[in-house]
């Protein structure tokens, strides 16, 4: 940017109230929500609870009003999956092992196809949600990203869905801000989607410096920083 471009940026920062200029994000019918992983296995008193993480879902449920498109995921593993650390001899959650596809993390087993666990939190109030996206149903890769699976390859379909119904731009939001919410936001810069992540929608799990490097990574591939009040 030119320095005039940028005094120019300063100068409307200092004199236009933020509430004025900031939430100036209007989702229109190219934009979707995509509210990841909130769910119970995520939720207090879930197997791999993620911290304050129930106090997304009214964020989520406000903005989500915003959105003519909305689309869910769902962590859905197999028994014994391979991001379990109960399936690894001596091994305990939050230890990494390597794999063929790269470092795994290791957790408790979580969000178990079919069990209460992996439900959606029943306190999300989104009727209109056109898509629910499962991922990680394969034994022996996890799936952090609702775009593609950890191998790097393995397509889930969510970018050719989003490109089909001419959707260009995606918001994400929900469970863990490090994990499944930042994979999905890199994977979606990487199909050239504007993208932005909505950070008071979001929770972080942070194990070993991860939702650092999480914000730092997606710095650097454009993704977008926003708080709620941006959403008109
Ligand atoms: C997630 C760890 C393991 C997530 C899913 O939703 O961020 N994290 N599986
Ligand atoms: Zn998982």
Request: net charge negative; proline share 3%; glycine share 8%.
């Amino acid at each position: 940017a030119g320095l005039g471009t940028i005094l120019g940026s300063m100068a409307l920062a200092t004199l236009v109230p933020r509430n004025l200029w900031a939430a100036a994000i209007k989702p229109d019918d190219g934009s979707a929500l995509l509210v990841i992983d909130v769910q119970n296995c995520f939720l207090p008193g879930g197997s791999l609870a993620v911290k304050d993480g129930e106090q997304v879902v009214p964020v989520i449920n406000k903005i989500a009003k915003s959105f003519a498109n909305v689309v869910m995921t769902q962590d859905w593993h197999t028994p014994g999956h391979v991001s379990f650390a109960s399936v690894h001899a001596g091994k305990k959650p939050f230890e990494t092992i390597d794999l063929a596809y790269g470092k795994q993390v290791l957790w408790p087993d979580h969000c178990v196809q079919g069990t209460d666990g992996a439900a959606l939190s029943k306190e999300l109030a989104i009727p209109q949600a056109e898509l629910i996206i499962r991922k990680g149903f394969h034994k022996d890769v996890d799936s952090y990203s609702a775009f593609t699976e950890a191998d790097g390859k393995t397509t889930t379909g969510l970018g050719a869905y989003l490109t089909a119904r001419k959707i260009n731009r995606v918001f994400v939001a929900g469970l863990a801000t490090d994990f499944c919410v930042a994979w999905t936001a890199l994977d979606a810069r990487k199909a050239d989607f504007e993208t932005f992540v909505v950070e008071d929608a979001c929770r972080g799990i942070d194990t070993q410096g991860s939702l650092a490097k999480a914000w730092s990574d997606m710095d650097k591939a454009g993704v977008k920083r926003i708080q709620s009040s941006d959403i008109a």
